[in-house]
Structures are given as structure tokens and as C-alpha cells.
């Protein structure tokens, strides 16, 4: 079985080397019986979003016992939703992420520390 933590770390990572922005894991395990994390990416384009969707879903579905439970938003979307469980993925358009202001939504929830590093 995976470690939440360390699959959401991952694909912060991941994010990181293929240049998405503002990559933020919220920790929302006291806020929400929804999921232990939130990772939120913005990216610059629609071509971009979806390459984040399919890092995000390799990396899960390469988890020992990761499973995708559902995705929201594909084809264009300024807003994708990946969720795991207990890691929900956010990746936005630059606009759409300010728009919606989900950063100020989650603003008092305490964030994770990743290190970006070289793929494996």
C-alpha cells in the first residue's frame, strides 16, 4: 500500500520538472473527511493542464494499491480534478485558479514542504 504523503510529494515533483507554477499540497485531513491532501498546480495552457493530468494519473496508477476514482474536467478544461482518494489533484489555468480563489478557500490549512529533485 502506498504512503499518501509520499505519492503527493511525488507528483509536486513531477509538476516541478515539467514546469507547472504555484504548486502548493494542502493538508486538509482535519478540514475535510473528503481527502488527507489537496496538491493544487496552475499551468499556462490547456495542452499543459492535460500533460499534468497524465503525470498525475501515471504516478497514481504506478502507486502499489493507487487508485483513480474519478476525474473531473478534461479536453481544455481551465480546471482538472484528479481524485485519489486521499489526494485530490487540482490543476488549473493561470485565470481560472484566481477566478475561483481555491487558495484563499484553503488559506488556513497548514502546507507540506516538497522538495523538487530529479525524476527517478
Known sequence: MYNTLILAKKIANKFTLNKAENIV??????????ARYYLVASAVNARQI???????????EAADGGVIKNIEGRHGADWVVV????????I?????????????????????????KEAE
Not at 499540497?25 to 473527511?33: A, F, G, N, W
Not at 500533460?51 to 497514481?60: D, N, R, S, V
Request: aromatic fraction near 12%; charge should be negative; proline fraction near 6%.
Open 25 to 34: 499540497i494542502y493538508d486538509v485531513k482535519d478540514y475535510t473527511p473528503m
Open 83 to 90: 481524485d485519489a482518494g486521499d489526494i485530490v489533484i487540482h
Open 92 to 116: 488549473f489555468s493561470q485565470g481560472e485558479r484566481g477566478r475561483v480563489l481555491f487558495d484563499d478557500i484553503y488559506k488556513d490549512c497548514p502546507t507540506v514542504d516538497f522538495l523538487p
Open 50 to 60: 492535460a500533460g499534468f493530468q497524465e503525470a498525475a494519473e501515471q504516478l497514481i
